[in-house]
């Protein structure tokens, strides 16, 4: 027997999961969200706290990093203006 309903999703299984999602599609298919500013505004927040979590986190290692990408481009101007 065939538990699937007209758009070919399955309509009848034991789980919670399973019930949970069946009643979220039901008999409708199911419909893109919008992206509102605010899912937008919160992306980028999320993001700027990840960067700024993982800078304050490994601190001597972005330091380090940064020093390194710093005088590359030191010595790399340095050779321009020489030529």
Known sequence: MDNRNEYGRDV???????NVS???QN???LIMKKITKRDVAFFFL???VL???ET???WDN???SFKNGWNANQSKSEK???K
Do not use: F, H
């Open 56 to 58: 304050v986190w490994d």
């Open 27 to 29: 008999d409708k298919p």
């Open 22 to 24: 069946t009643r979220i």
């Open 46 to 48: 999320g993001m700027s």
């Open 80 to 82: 321009e203006q020489l």
């Open 62 to 64: 972005s330091v380090k």
């Open 51 to 53: 960067l700024l979590v």
């Open 12 to 18: 009848a299984c034991g789980d919670v999961a399973c």
